[in-house]
């Protein structure tokens, strides 16, 4: 252990400080406050996309979405019109956990996305938010059963499926708030008495790394109601519902400050966010009708099926008795990712379609129908480029009634990224454009409802859900805030940057950087039950349709 310091990262997904200077000011944010004014601060660039997945894991490796392989929940499958739901096996380099480990360290890690399944480790890691958890944290997605199982027993489970996410409505905001708060404070408990149990066991952490999802999803929900400015702002919100984004700050502020309390107040402590927050625009944006319009894509003539098969289904699960909707919803339901799968891809006629979406918002691109390489491909090899730069066109000359672009940028992908795993993105990455600061959504085209391809939402429909995106969205600013660590200037300049000071503050050498060789490790791709729990989870935090 030679060489190696404590530190204690705590991370708060999508954290921004467009909402914390302002709560710092009003005093309400006292621990961060302190670490202010005692360390240093600077926003904190995020990766394209600036999204969960392959944000951790640039700070779990130090590699930049190209290099590590992550880019979103799901991944097209070469060649196929299908996704696979992603995990840590898809990723290369090696996590921070893994180089504490390594060095002789122990780890308490909780909560951090993309690390299902679970690395052997000293200490305890429960995985983050993507593991298979509709029914609660379980000992698949722990290091340790035995230990957590005993921390459980007092502190009660990490995770519990306590909230459904897809659903909307006065009455259920007020509920979310309640179980967003609750939810800290067992997360808070849950991290003290695995610091005791690993400390009373002679495994005292050198790296404590707790992340909270709340202030991600806080955003997403109540980010109209914080923001008097925003386009969905209802003003007859309640005062408690537009205090939500605040509340769920001052209960992380108090978590965090318990936790760096209990794990030594002298000690390097670390805020970190994987990207930032705000507020979502008015108009939604559905990327395969523009391809369309454009020619670029065909649809079959018979293409509503999906929708109709999938009404159809949720009527009979209606009428039968409780019991056998479970069993009858058991035994239909295919594995989850074909769900998906139909949803994204079914009812192209890939005969006549060049370009297609996925239309998730998480990652917005388009892929090119390549002959040779998709299934069903149709554009020649000699045409790819012009074709890309068809579409590519097509996209930057798509604009709204005021005349602002609705993509912002859009780029061939080589010219995005670097790396062994460039060609997992999108062919084209796809940046959105914004309305007065305010970011336009990518839903999924309702081709049942013949649609134009923005549109802009009802007034019962700006809370969000379904159809409508999320009031609030991500940003590309996150959040660094460093204190205790004696570590020299420069802060990191991006999110990828961040793992390297991490390393420093612990005490280790900088990572090896990627090589022109480089792969994952063996995929481990989830069971069929797993992955309906791993898509259930996404549906409920709003991430899929
Ligand atoms: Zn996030």
Redesign the pocket.
Known sequence: MAGLRPALVLGL??ATFDVIHPLVAAGRLPTLARMLAEGAAAPLPSTVPA???P??SALLTGRSPGEHGLFDFTQKVPGRYRVAFTNATHRAGTTLFRRVADAGGAVLALGM?TTFPPEALPGLQVCGFDAPVSRGTNDRSVSDPDLYARVASTAGPWMVPDLDEGASGDAWHERALEVLLARIARKQAFALEALARLRAQGDDPTLMCVVF?ES?TVCHHFWRDHDPASPRHDPAAPARRRDAVALVYERLDEACGALREAFGRKRPCIVV???GAGGAARRVVHLNRRLERCGLLTRRPRGGLEPWARRARDTALRLLPAGAAEAVFRRFRPAAARVESAARFGGFDWSATAAFSEEVNTQPGVWINLAGREAAGCVPAADYEATRDRVIAALRDWTLAGGQPVIARARRREDVYTGAFVDRAPEIVVELGDEDGYLLSLVATPWDRDPEPVRTLEDDELAGGRGRGMNGT?RSSGVWIETGGGLAPPLPRSIVDAHGRVLAALGLAAAAAPGPGDAAPPEAAYTAAEEAEVRDRLRRLGYLE
């Open positions: 997904d999508g999204m969960t997945f944000a951790w996305p999802s991600d966010s994987d990207h991500h």
